[in-house]
């Protein structure tokens, strides 16, 4: 996808105040896909990490068209603004999608997308809902397209990128023809849309190959400031780039508290709109956010048993760079989940536009083991705001909790042993830190929680309850000292797999 493929369109002209916000929102989507292009340029020119391989994995473009004027061109949309009786029926709770293969799909390609549609469509339903409108989605192969896939709401097109490695494209498509649920009224928050279609991908390729499936980014890069801005590639500035997989833990943990949540979520996202005299296109981003977080919170009004929305304000995912304008700050990079032996660290400071400026000051780094013992002392320099040193070398269960300090800001990170973090299998269930007791006790209740579900042992500050991968739901996460009396709790929710908890 290039910017001159937006092209132009005739389309019935909207008053000027629509035509304004309209610019507004063309130039939002051309900075956006320049920026992408240009991420995506870069990131070819060195071998990405972990964490990015997984995010360009699930990379797309929504593609809107646009006319003379700069109107996005909604075909299906407007039809809801024309014909009355029209909006009865895309309301319908019969709303399907049908599919057509263009010429540029091969024949043995079109076989087994269909196979796809034949399995995974109905999951989809199942866990999605209705779509919005009853339209017929093209499907189209580009071999040089720049992205895994796109999906272009003015024509109602998928585009693939052919790969030898059908299960790539299986996935890309999947993630598309979910927006094709939403199609013209696609949500236009990416933490939301892209967030939520994700999840729902991940879910439905879960039950299609018949796994639990395994959802650790969450608690690696959602826990605190720490790990706030994973989703923030410093080159990219004023935008909150695609950490599809972390914002998909955010939603997946409603989805965890309740499975109906997406597909209430729908429902309620489309009858919003079917008793709405205001079209999506014409809310500001904070508006349609307002409306549609009164949505889930009356759907979801206790997400991991706190006030929905002071559990929203603290999903860091989904913090925007200005968040941290006129702050320093320290990211260890990729977080928990690394199975990297080296700890690395990212320090910026973020100025007023919420550009991340690279620092190149001077760490003092210490580290300490369960014990209370300094295991490790030393300066480093970030340089080009980066910084790294290796892990140290140590066996059976244990951590370091490190400090890092700079002029300006400071920073923890713990290292655990005895875990396996370098799997994405569910082998460690609830794992994690504790640094009120040394040795002790954990119970795992389950809501509504009559009795431990699971219990593990504590050894050197750290715990994993393997037995708990397999579970998932509103947890109570209970730390009791070496005499089994209580210290202290956690609530969380949590899908299927790992799930790392820090009793700080
Ligand atoms: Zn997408």
């Excluded at 240009?38 to 646009?66: C, G, H, N, R, W």
């Excluded at 559990?311 to 990079?333: D, E, H, L, M, N």
């Excluded at 009120?436 to 431990?452: E, K, R, S």
Aim: hydrophobic fraction near 35%; glycine fraction near 6%; aromatic fraction near 14%.
């Amino acid at each position: 996808m290039t910017k001159d493929q937006v092209v132009s369109l005739t389309q019935p002209s909207r008053n000027t105040k629509e035509e304004k916000s309209k610019e507004d929102t063309r130039k939002k989507i051309d900075q956006k896909v320049n920026q992408e292009v240009e991420k995506i340029s870069k990131a070819k020119t060195k071998t990405p990490t972990l964490e990015e391989a997984e995010e360009q994995k699930f990379q797309d473009y929504i593609v809107i068209l646009v006319d003379k004027k700069g109107n996005d061109i909604l075909p299906d949309a407007e039809k809801l603004k024309t014909k009355a009786s029209f909006l009865e029926k895309v309301f319908a709770a019969t709303n399907e999608l049908t599919f057509g293969f263009g010429t540029s799909v091969p024949n043995d390609q079109a076989r087994q997308l269909q196979e796809v549609i034949n399995k995974a469509y109905p999951i989809a339903k199942e866990i999605y809902g209705q779509p919005f409108f009853n339209i017929n989605v093209r499907v189209e192969y580009q071999p040089d397209l720049i992205v895994g896939g796109t999906y272009n709401q003015s024509l109602n097109v998928i585009t693939l990128r052919s790969s030898s490695e059908f299960f790539n494209v299986r996935e890309t498509f999947i993630h598309e023809f979910l927006h094709a649920f939403h199609d013209d009224y696609m949500i236009p928050l990416m933490h939301w849309e892209e967030g939520m279609v994700t999840q729902v991908g991940n879910e439905i390729s879960d039950r299609m190959d018949n796994r639990l499936g395994d959802h650790p980014p969450y608690s690696g890069y959602n826990m605190d400031s720490r790990c706030t801005f994973s989703n923030v590639q410093p080159k990219i500035p004023g935008l909150r780039p695609g950490n599809y997989l972390v914002w998909a833990c955010v939603w997946d943990k409603l989805y965890a508290e309740g499975q109906n949540f997406f597909k209430r979520f729908n429902a309620n996202y489309y009858s919003f709109f079917k008793n709405s005299t205001t079209p999506l296109y014409s809310f500001s981003s904070s508006q349609i956010e307002n409306e549609l977080k009164k949505i889930v919170y009356n759907i979801s009004p206790k997400p991991e048993g706190q006030d929905f929305y002071a559990w929203y304000k603290y999903q860091y995912a989904f913090w925007s760079p200005t968040t941290y304008a006129g702050k320093y700050v320290i990211k260890p990079f990729p977080g928990l989940v690394s199975p990297s032996s080296n700890n690395i660290l990212h320090y910026y400071y973020v100025d007023i536009q919420g550009t991340f400026i690279a620092r190149n000051d001077s760490a003092e780094i210490s580290g300490i083991n369960s014990n209370g013992n300094i295991v490790y002392k030393a300066t480093h320099m970030f340089r080009d705001g980066v910084l790294e040193w290796q892990r140290l070398a140590l066996s059976g269960f244990e951590k370091v909790k490190y400090t890092i300090k700079t002029p300006n800001a400071q920073q923890v990170l713990y290292n655990i042993y005895g875990v396996n973090l370098a799997t994405n299998e569910a082998t460690n269930g609830f794992f994690g830190v504790v640094n009120q007791v040394q040795n002790g006790n954990v119970a795992v209740f389950l809501a509504p929680y009559p009795t431990p579900v699971a219990r593990g042992k504590i050894v050197n500050g750290t715990f994993t309850i393997p037995t708990t991968g397999n579970l998932r739901g509103r947890f109570r996460i209970v730390v009791l000292n070496s005499n089994n009396k209580y210290v202290t709790e956690k609530t969380v929710t949590k899908n299927y797999g790992d799930y790392a908890v820090l009793f700080e």
